[in-house]
């Protein structure tokens, strides 16, 4: 199976930062690729998905990039509200793994 | 509006069978994949399985593949996940969702819509 991995683990930024995750896949994924944000003791969102696709009613400062096997999310402004931690997920084949997260801290 | 209400939470004793269920709302069951994720309480989500109502067509991750089975029935907009034989070590909340954008392909797609979880204890 395709292993996701995520970096870094936990990171900490202060408001009106520029937050980069970045997802790397085991094998080549093309840009099945979606991320999503869970604040604690919430249900997962759906942020991001065909690597660079922004979900409706998401945030303009949320965006993907990436294919293959390397995937950036990236945060252009960091606000208090983005504290969560957020998940890559592949689903271009079964099962659809998730990385292990990374969590998101203020500063 | 597409909706996924779960059934509550439930305590079990380890080795009762459990089934749990997802209604969904708000868009055609039977045309889009439904899935199952189990999140023990500070870790990640582990993808479970998917099932496509419109043929029951199943696809398990080989790590809860003979674990569980995901079925559902059309004809209430519903999908289960079940357990014959409960572990400790499936305490867990577990989420549907459903598979709902990404591509044409509809099994090639993420998660756009969750269910609110339900939360399984299984403890003696």
């Known amino acids: 199976d395709t292993q996701m991995t995520q970096s870094p683990s936990s990171l900490s930024a202060s408001v009106g930062d520029r937050v980069t995750i970045t997802c790397r896949a085991s094998q080549d994924i093309d840009d099945y690729l979606a991320w999503y944000q869970q604040k604690p003791g919430k249900v997962p969102k759906l942020l991001i998905y065909?690597?660079?696709s922004l979900q409706p009613g998401v945030p303009s400062r949320f965006s993907g990039s990436g294919s293959g096997t390397r995937f950036t999310l990236t945060i252009s402004s960091l606000q208090p509200e983005d504290v969560a931690t957020y998940y890559c997920q592949k689903y271009n084949s079964a099962p659809g793994t998730f990385g292990q997260g990374t969590k998101v801290e203020m500063k | 509006e597409v909706q996924l209400v779960q059934s509550g939470a439930e305590v079990k004793k380890p080795g009762r069978s459990l089934k749990i269920s997802c209604k969904t709302s708000?868009?055609?069951?039977?045309?889009?994949?439904i899935g199952w994720v189990r999140q023990v309480p500070g870790k990640g989500p582990e993808w479970m399985g998917v099932?496509?109502?419109?043929?029951?067509?199943?696809k398990y991750s080989p790590s809860f593949q003979g674990r569980v089975t995901i079925s559902a029935d059309k004809s209430i907009n519903t999908a289960y996940l079940q357990w014959n034989s409960l572990k400790a070590s499936d305490s867990a909340i577990y989420y549907c969702?459903?598979?709902?954008?990404?591509?044409?392909?509809?099994?090639?797609?993420?998660?756009?819509?969750w269910g609110q979880g339900t939360k399984v204890t299984v403890s003696s």
């Open positions: 099932i496509y109502p419109g043929d029951s067509d199943t």
């Open positions: 969702a459903r598979l709902g954008v990404g591509g044409w392909n509809e099994l090639r797609r993420a998660f756009d819509v």
């Open positions: 065909g690597a660079s």
């Open positions: 708000g868009y055609s069951f039977a045309y889009y994949w």
